[in-house]
C-alpha cells in the first residue's frame, strides 16, 4: 500500500487549498480513509475522516471550513480547505487502514501572510 499526498503550500489567511492523496495497492473503494495533521511542538491528531460508503467526519475546529471526498475512480481522497487561519499550519496526512496502518509522506501546509 502507498499513499501519496499532494497539494499544500504557501497560502494567506482566508485562503483556500484542495489536498489530494492518490492511493496504491489496495482496494480503495472499500477502505476508510483519514486525513490527519501535525503542527510544529504539537501531537497528531485527526482532520477529518471518510468511509467507504461516503460517511464523513470532521475534528471540531475544522468543521464548516473543511470538506473531506473521495474519487474511487481515481483512488484519490480530497481535503478542500477554505477559510485558512495560522492555526490550521501543518504537515498532512493521509491515513487508512489495510490490515496494519498506512500513512502518506506528509504535506505541509503553511497559512501566513
Known amino acids: 500500500v502507498q499513499l501519496q499526498a499532494s497539494g499544500g503550500g504557501l497560502v494567506q489567511p482566508g485562503g483556500s487549498l484542495r489536498l489530494s492523496c492518490k492511493a496504491s495497492?489496495?482496494?480503495?473503494?472499500?477502505?476508510?480513509m483519514a486525513w490527519y495533521r501535525q503542527a510544529p511542538g504539537k501531537q497528531r491528531e485527526l482532520v477529518a475522516n471518510?468511509?467507504?460508503?461516503?460517511?464523513?467526519n470532521y475534528a471540531d475546529s475544522v468543521k464548516g471550513r473543511f470538506t473531506i471526498s473521495r474519487d474511487n475512480a481515481r483512488r484519490l481522497v480530497h481535503l478542500q480547505m477554505n477559510s485558512l487561519s495560522p492555526e490550521d499550519t501543518a504537515v498532512y496526512y493521509c491515513?487508512?487502514?489495510?490490515?496494519?496502518?498506512?500513512w502518506g509522506q506528509g504535506t505541509l501546509v503553511t497559512v501566513s501572510s
Open positions: 491515513k487508512t487502514h489495510w490490515g496494519r496502518t498506512y
Open positions: 471518510i468511509t467507504s460508503s461516503g460517511t464523513t
Open positions: 495497492g489496495m482496494f480503495f473503494s472499500i477502505a476508510a
